[in-house]
C-alpha cells in the first residue's frame, strides 16, 4: 500500500499528534501542474500542517506538484481519484479506509466531488470527520440530467464543515444546497505576501524580463494576466482599447495613444482562440498596441511593469487570485464586477469595478484608472497592499482552515 520510500515518515505518526493538530489526510484528483486553488491550496494546508508538528498526508493521482509537497514534509499516497468512473470510486473508499487507518488519520478534507464521495464513505466507516472545499461553483442543469448532476455535486456539502473559497461561493452553496449555516465557513483563497511584495523584486528582474518580452520603452502598460480561454475576457479588453483610443482621440486629436496592453498566459494548446485574438486585434486597429504572451514563470516581476491589472472575466471567478496578487504588489486593478474577484477591490481605494461584458464599461474604468495623479497612485498602493494583507493572505487561509480542523476534531472527542 505504501511506496517503501514512505515508510520512514510513519515513524512520525506513531509519536502521536503534535501541536494540539489532528493528522490530516487531504484527498484531491490530481497534482498536476497547470491546476488552479485546490492543488495550490491542499500544497499551503500541508505545509502548515506540518509546520504546526502534525502530520500531512494527501492522496491524488500524482503529478508533478508531488516533489514539491514532498519537500515541504507530506506524505504522498498515488490512488485513482482522478477517475469518475462509480466502480473506481467505490474501489476508492476502501483505500483511503486503509491509509485512514494506517496513518492514524484524525480527519479528512475532500477537494473535489469524484475523490470527495470516496472520502465521505471512508470518514463516516473510520468514524473521523469530514471537511470539503468548494474551489469553485457546480453547474448544472434543468430536468432529469440537471437533478442528477445536482445530486453529484452535493456531496461537497455533505462534510461536516463546508468551506467556501470567498463570499460569492458561499451564496452559491446557500442558493442551491440546504447546508445548515453553522456548517458553512468562509475561508478566502490567500496568496504569499512574501513573494507577491514589491520590495522583494530587484530591478534586474524587471528588466530582464522586460527584455524577453521586447517591450518599448514609453508605453502606460495594461496587464491582464490569465491563460488564454475564452471566458477569461481577452476580447473585451481589446474592444474596450478600441473604445478608448476612439476617446482619446476625440478628446485630444493627435495626441498618441500610447497604451500597450500584455495578455500574459499560455494558450494551453488554444491556437486557434489565439489566432481569433490576433485577428481582433488587427481588425480593431491596435497592431503593435496589444501583444500577446505566453506563460510567465516571474509573475511578481511582471506585476511591477503593469500600470494597471485587469480581471475582465465574462463569467463570474469564484475567487480571482490575480486580483489579490496584483493588489499585494500595490498595482491598481479594474475588474469585473461579479463573483468572488469583484468583492476583493475596495471601490475607489484599490481599484475600479465595471459592468461585467460590457466593452463601454471597462474602457470608461480604464480611461479613470490610467488617468490617476502620482500621489493618487502612490495611495492606492499603500491601500491595496495593506487590504491583502488584512483579508487575503496564505498564513490568514492556512491559520483558518487549520482552526476548523482544531474545532472539528474537539467536537468529536467530546461526543
Not at 217 to 233: A, N, S
Not at 262 to 282: F, K, N, P, W
Request: glycine share 10%; hydrophobic share 45%.
Amino acid at each position: 500500500m505504501t511506496d517503501p520510500a514512505q515508510s520512514s515518515s510513519m515513524a512520525a505518526v506513531t509519536q502521536g499528534r503534535q501541536g494540539g493538530m489532528p493528522r490530516v489526510l487531504q484527498v484531491l484528483p490530481s497534482l498536476e501542474i497547470g491546476g488552479g486553488g485546490v492543488e495550490r491550496a491542499t500544497l499551503d494546508i500541508a505545509e502548515a500542517l506540518v509546520e504546526a508538528g502534525s502530520q500531512a498526508v494527501v492522496a491524488s493521482a500524482g503529478g508533478r506538484h508531488v516533489p514539491t509537497l514532498e519537500r515541504r514534509g507530506a506524505i504522498h499516497i498515488t490512488l485513482p481519484l482522478a477517475s469518475k468512473n462509480p466502480l473506481v470510486i467505490r474501489s476508492n473508499i476502501a483505500r483511503l479506509g486503509r491509509l485512514i487507518a494506517e496513518y492514524g488519520i484524525e480527519l479528512v478534507h475532500a477537494r473535489s466531488r469524484a475523490p470527495a464521495w470516496s472520502a465521505l464513505f471512508a470518514a463516516r466507516r473510520a468514524g473521523v470527520p469530514l471537511v470539503t472545499t468548494f474551489h469553485g461553483t457546480y453547474n448544472f442543469g434543468r430536468g432529469p440530467a440537471g437533478l442528477l448532476k445536482k445530486r453529484y455535486n452535493s456531496v461537497m456539502v455533505r462534510g461536516d464543515r463546508v468551506i467556501a473559497n470567498s463570499s460569492f461561493t458561499a451564496d452559491h452553496i446557500r442558493a442551491n444546497y440546504d447546508v445548515p449555516e453553522e456548517r458553512l465557513r468562509v475561508v478566502p483563497r490567500g496568496i504569499d505576501v512574501d513573494v507577491f511584495d514589491p520590495a522583494m523584486v530587484s530591478a534586474s528582474r524587471i528588466i530582464d524580463l522586460a527584455r524577453r518580452w521586447q517591450l518599448p520603452d514609453g508605453k502606460t502598460i495594461v496587464m491582464l494576466p490569465g491563460r488564454l480561454t475564452r471566458w477569461k475576457g481577452h476580447s473585451l479588453l481589446i474592444d474596450a482599447l478600441a473604445e478608448l483610443k476612439a476617446a482619446r482621440a476625440a478628446r485630444d486629436p493627435g495626441a498618441p495613444f500610447d497604451v500597450l496592453a500584455l495578455l500574459v498566459g499560455s494558450d494551453q494548446g488554444r491556437t486557434a482562440y489565439r489566432s481569433e485574438l490576433e485577428s481582433a486585434i488587427a481588425a480593431r486597429g491596435l497592431a503593435g498596441q496589444v501583444q500577446i504572451l505566453g506563460h510567465c514563470d516571474d509573475m511578481s516581476a511582471a506585476y511591477m511593469m503593469a500600470d494597471v491589472v485587469v480581471s475582465a472575466s465574462t463569467d463570474p471567478e469564484a475567487f480571482g487570485r490575480i486580483v489579490a496578487e496584483a493588489q499585494s504588489m500595490g498595482r491598481p486593478v479594474v475588474v469585473a464586477d461579479h463573483g468572488g474577484a469583484a468583492e476583493q477591490v475596495l471601490t475607489g481605494q484599490t481599484g475600479w469595478l465595471f459592468a461585467p461584458g460590457n466593452a463601454g464599461s471597462l474602457a470608461r474604468a480604464l480611461d479613470q484608472a490610467l488617468s490617476i495623479a502620482p500621489e493618487q497612485r502612490a495611495a492606492i498602493s499603500a491601500a491595496s497592499q495593506a487590504h491583502v494583507r488584512r483579508h487575503y493572505t496564505r498564513r490568514g487561509m492556512c491559520e483558518a482552515t487549520l482552526a476548523i480542523y482544531a474545532e472539528l476534531v474537539r467536537s468529536a472527542a467530546a461526543a
